[in-house]
């Protein structure tokens, strides 16, 4: 993997010999009208993207909006400059930290096998080596009437039916980002996230995912990785990732850390119905190893510790995270070989609850994960007593299986 950062733009180029993989992280330079700072974000993402050595098609991005009115101006320019190309899109409204109208994270892919269907705007596939990966985004209720409950019920089963448009069960999805306006506000007598984790909780009820590529048996424990998040306004948005293949040498297994509380298996006080996702989600593939880290926090156990501080919370985020992808976890978990630092994130995301906070935290994520792509946006987290949250994805080679 190589990464490459320039002021606006940051990228990792992940190269699989037949297929090329880029994950791009994008700011304007300008601070102009929002027409410009589009214009000057696309410029910089189509020029990093024609000079990789497969031609590259853009498949699924996460677009982070400073102000929520500006989507449909936003969509509809996005509309002009992709055409009928245009990757699945998820507006999450999240200001960025550096003070933009807006911040795009993309993933593109290339390669002479790779293959590309679009059954509709919401969902789009890639198949190459006889694997097929399947983006879902954009997802919002249909409903207006009724609670988060009854929002994210429907905005589960839409899911569903844009997966089944593309022939892929829910089952498959390994990966999964909801985001929720007002998170810690109240709902009734509980706050909107337990609403949230009792609608996923209702919605996985029948679900066995892993789909016959589990590395071990954990069945029972086997959930896509996730994160829960805030938004500055009081929709509910989701996206995911499903994983798809014939294949016999490519395995899944959930990650959890050995310092941590699985959250599937969470004290009621935290929420009624527990959050159903697991730590990370790993993927092996032909000695390569995939990890997507769920949303992270300053959790010990199932508790939070260093409340109020920023910086004691920002280190030991990222001490979980480095606990959670550590050889001796890895292979603790049946995966051999891999030897993933902080400094194999393809992508990181860096949520900061308080802007005042945004100094120390990225002075601490510099220092610990040094010259990865990192996007930093302004976000309340799922807990009214944390303060920074984290996610990303790891890349590395040299794994085995037991």
């Not at 590529?213 to 424990?221: G, K, Q």
């Amino acid at each position: 993997m190589k990464i490459i950062k320039t002021r606006s733009v940051q990228y990792a180029i992940i190269d699989l010999k037949t297929v090329t993989r880029i994950s791009l992280i994008a700011e304007p330079e300008s601070r102009g009208s929002l027409a410009e700072q589009i214009k000057d974000v696309f410029q910089r993402i189509q020029s990093v993207l024609q000079q990789q050595r497969h031609p590259q098609t853009p498949t699924f991005q996460t677009v982070f909006l400073k102000n929520p009115g500006d989507q449909a101006d936003c969509n509809r320019l996005l509309a002009d400059h992709y055409g009928t190309e245009m990757p699945v899109t998820t507006y999450v409204f999240q200001p960025p930290c550096s003070g933009a109208a807006l911040a795009v994270e993309l993933w593109s892919i290339g390669g002479d096998s790779v293959r590309i269907r679009r059954p509709t705007p919401q969902v789009l596939s890639v198949s190459y080596d006889d694997l097929t990966w399947t983006y879902c985004g954009g997802i919002t209720p249909r409903r207006t009437a009724g609670g988060v409950y009854e929002q994210s019920l429907d905005a589960f089963e839409q899911m569903r039916e844009q997966l089944a448009k593309a022939g892929v069960g829910f089952d498959h999805v390994v990966r999964t980002w909801l985001y929720l306006g007002d998170i810690t506000g109240p709902e009734g007598d509980l706050e909107r996230y337990m609403e949230l984790n009792r609608a996923r909780a209702d919605f996985y009820q029948n679900i066995a995912f892993g789909n016959g590529h589990l590395l071990n048996d954990v069945r029972l424990s086997m959930y896509p990785a996730s994160t829960g998040i805030g938004m500055s306004n009081k929709g509910i948005v989701m996206s995911c990732t499903a994983m798809d293949t014939t294949r016999k040498d490519v395995f899944l297994t959930p990650l959890e850390n050995p310092q941590q509380t699985p959250v599937y298996q969470y004290e009621t006080c935290y929420s009624p119905k527990s959050p159903k996702f697991v730590r990370a989600m790993a993927l092996i593939i032909n000695g390569y190893t995939t990890l997507w880290i769920s949303g992270t926090a300053s959790i010990v156990n199932s508790q939070s510790v260093h409340i109020g501080d920023p910086g004691k919370q920002t280190e030991q985020t990222i001490a979980n995270i480095e606990r959670l992808i550590s050889a001796e976890n890895l292979a603790r978990h049946g995966i051999k070989g891999a030897r993933p630092g902080l400094s194999d994130f393809a992508r990181l995301r860096v949520y900061i609850k308080r802007p005042q906070d945004y100094p120390i935290c990225r002075q601490i994520c510099e220092k610990r994960f040094g010259n990865i792509p990192i996007l930093y946006t302004l976000s309340d987290v799922c807990r009214s007593d944390l303060l920074v949250e984290m996610e990303g994805v790891v890349f590395v080679k040299r794994a085995s299986v037991d």
